[in-house]
């Protein structure tokens, strides 16, 4: 009885607090109003003949609280309508959507009293919600079970998880991924104060662990390996297959689902997240029953579909919906002042940052960092197992400004302060988590093959077979991840197919006997399409003599991969130097590389699909710089500094990644780590394979028995 007495009191001073906090947010709108009345000509809340300020003050009050309510309930039904509206395209109408609502609310006040232009209701409206939103996050910072409801309001909860519905409190883990973030960047953003969370982190006890990636250093072969298990056949970041006759391209929702359900098929398991498992702003869904930008489900529509939840979770709050408007406009013009400044200081390495790049990298910093932020805050509250997120930001910067400096720099500080959010949350969810963050790969800067040296690979390789190379040279197509991902997200918005013969079509010689060349960052890839099997040295010698010492003397040039039908395959090195694969080691042409070099080689040699010619950039270890074949001065995708050591840092609750004196090598190895660590975290509920496992048609990954909402 007195439990229930005291839990009724409990209750009844829970809801005066709450109703205390809608007074206060409501005078303090009511006063925004009044102000924002004296200040804006064409804002009025008086009638014609004017009113006394007792009955302005009423009208403010009316309009304020209107204004509230419509927030309140018709704002999430506005954004449930325009859920298949590309996230850009949801963010910026936020604004005009809340003008909309203001016009509303003026026009239910009584006599007509409240008057505004469209233009004007768009700046109050913005200046209110931010208001109200400010106001609202105040008052609650000092009452856990306030903070605890807005976090789950804006990530779509609507109420904590009881206790007795975990009884046994097991850890839920949490893996942020910081795209593109090297070890080396890492530790110096740390010893600069850029990532004080970070900092503190490594004070309390946890662990930074380096890695090497695979010869392909990029976010398609490292996060298929990692949450896959297998990034077996992945020889780069796009590639041609002779057998299908098609390139694929790791980031475009065709190539993202093929590679995901070669995973699965290879490994006969559905993911690292199969057992309650979310994924967030991933090429891959790693299994997950709860997905939200996730490139490989992103072209499969239906009811179970659940790929832009994230958009609703995260503007289902109009605050949250100016706020990423003001802050995408902000960073686009940020962007156009830093790339202004790049020029008229003659900053060299330097790449076009014009055209729709502003935006493009507005997308990745501000928009797709919220939503997934946002929706990792919701999977913590809602108590899952595991969430894998990646954050793509620091990646699409480095690439056009490099990967240090002041615009990198910014962009450290912003991820940090995500993360510090992600931890706050995290002691408000229903189980206590253990957050391991981790990268794919690193950046290597330096400036563009075709900057140092006139041409590009492509001109190179023609040259080399003796056909003609065009005087003016189109410029190679970038890599970035979130620019493909807002063209694919705008088009799916608007009903219209993905082009997925973009980059084939683009690609591909016009006549079949001309050589294919691909690029993915300093990585490059030749092959000839008419030759149905891989063609050896021996065979390219003889159709075009001058090709394979053309690319091996070149000083921008690192070394060559080829097949040999005496020695099975070869590297090849500048002043004609040779070593079969059989016999390769980190010496030679590879010396410069570094450990590991042979290994990731001499594993890529053995994919079905690899080139007839892989073709490495030089590498300068003395200054760290590579030559990316692609427009790009932050570059990855091969051998080559900075990109090869990604890095892994885990609490100290969590066993060590790997034995003492030994490397964490491969993203498959890192898979076998963070499996290790959910079987630490929550038990043998999380499955080491699932044979049982049936791969659906649509190559998505597992079927409805335990797979992917697609």
């Not at 869904?285 to 179970?304: E, F, I, P, T, Y």
């Not at 480095?398 to 240090?404: D, F, K, L, T, V």
């Not at 330096?446 to 140092?452: K, P, R, V």
């Amino acid at each position: 009885m007195g439990d229930g007495r005291w839990g009724g009191a409990d209750r009844w001073r829970s809801a005066g607090r709450a109703l205390g906090r809608v007074a206060v947010v409501w005078a303090v709108s009511t006063l925004t109003l009044l102000i924002l009345a004296g200040l804006l000509p064409d804002f009025e809340l008086q009638s014609p003949g004017g009113d006394t300020f007792t009955r302005t003050a009423l009208t403010a009050a009316a309009a304020a609280g209107a204004f509230g309510l419509l927030g309140a309930l018709v704002w999430p039904l506005i954004v449930r309508a325009l859920l298949l509206v590309p996230a850009l395209v949801l963010g910026l109408l936020g604004f005009f959507l809340n003008g909309s609502l203001l016009l509303v609310a003026l026009w239910l006040i009584p006599d007509g009293r409240g008057a505004a232009d469209p233009e004007t209701a768009v700046a109050v409206a913005a200046v209110m919600s931010a208001v109200a939103s400010a106001t609202s996050t105040a008052l609650a910072v000092r009452d856990d079970d306030a903070y605890r409801r807005r976090l789950y309001r804006l990530t779509g909860r609507t109420r904590p998880r009881a206790p007795g519905d975990a009884p046994e409190q097991v850890p839920g883990t949490v893996f942020l991924q910081l795209d593109g973030v090297g070890h080396h960047v890492l530790r110096g953003a740390v010893a600069d104060g850029l990532m004080p969370t970070v900092a503190g982190w490594l004070d309390a006890g946890h662990r930074l662990t380096p890695w090497h990636t695979d010869w392909s250093s990029q976010t398609g072969a490292s996060q298929l390996g990692i949450l896959h298990g297998s990034n077996e056949d992945v020889p780069a970041f796009r590639w041609y297959e002779k057998d299908t006759g098609r390139v694929m391209v790791s980031n475009r929702p065709a190539g993202a689902v093929e590679l995901q359900r070669r995973a699965v098929r290879r490994t006969g398991d559905g993911g690292l997240l199969t057992c309650d498992g979310a994924s967030r702003g991933n090429l891959f869904s790693g299994g997950a029953d709860q997905v939200a930008l996730v490139l490989s489900v992103a072209a499969r529509r239906g009811r179970r579909n659940r790929s832009r939840a994230g958009y609703f979770a995260y503007f289902s709050d109009p605050a949250n919906a100016v706020r990423t408007a003001g802050s995408f406009v902000a960073e686009c013009v940020r962007e156009v002042f830093q790339s202004v400044r790049a020029l008229l200081r003659r900053e060299t390495p330097r790449v076009s940052r014009g055209g729709t790049y502003p935006f493009v990298r507005a997308f990745a910093t501000v928009l797709e960092r919220d939503v997934v932020v946002s929706a990792v805050m919701g999977d913590m509250l809602a108590g899952r197992t595991a969430v894998y997120a990646d954050l793509v930001a620091y990646d699409e910067v480095a690439h056009h400004s490099g990967p240090h400096g002041r615009d990198t720099d910014q962009v450290l500080r912003r991820l940090d302060r995500s993360i510090a959010l992600i931890a706050t949350v995290a002691e408000h969810a229903p189980r206590p988590y253990r957050i391991v963050l981790l990268s794919d790969h690193g950046q290597s800067p330096g400036e563009t093959f075709e900057g140092a040296y006139g041409l590009t690979l492509k001109d190179l390789v023609r040259a080399g077979c003796g056909l003609p190379v065009p005087r003016r040279v189109r410029r190679t197509r970038s890599g970035s991840e979130a620019r493909d991902a807002a063209r694919d997200a705008l088009r799916l918005a608007l009903h219209r197919p993905v082009d997925e013969t973009d980059d084939t079509e683009r690609e591909l010689p016009a006549r079949p006997s001309e050589p294919v060349v691909l690029a993915s960052g300093n990585l490059g890839l030749v092959s000839f399409p008419d030759v149905p099997h891989r063609m050896t040295r021996e065979e390219i010698d003889r159709r075009h003599p001058a090709l394979l010492g053309t690319l091996a003397n070149h000083p921008g040039v690192g070394f060559l991969l080829v097949a040999s039908a005496e020695h099975g395959s070869v590297v090849l090195g500048r002043d004609g130097v040779e070593v079969p694969v059989a016999a390769l080691d980190d010496g030679g042409p590879l010396a410069v590389f570094g450990p590991g070099a042979a290994r990731a080689v001499r594993r890529t040699d053995g994919f079905p699909h690899v080139a007839d010619i892989m073709v490495n950039s030089m590498y300068d270890p003395a200054t760290g710089t590579v030559h990316a074949f692609e427009e790009q001065i932050g570059s990855h995708g091969g051998l080559g500094g900075e990109q090869s050591r990604p890095f892994l840092l885990s609490p100290p609750e969590l066993s060590p990644p790997v034995a003492e004196g030994e490397e964490l090598i491969g993203a498959e190895q890192v898979h076998r780590v963070l499996r290790r660590w959910l079987r630490e975290c929550s038990g043998p509920q999380v499955p080491v394979s699932l044979p049982q496992v049936r791969v659906s048609p649509s190559g998505g990954g597992p079927d409805a028995s335990g797979g992917a909402d697609g």
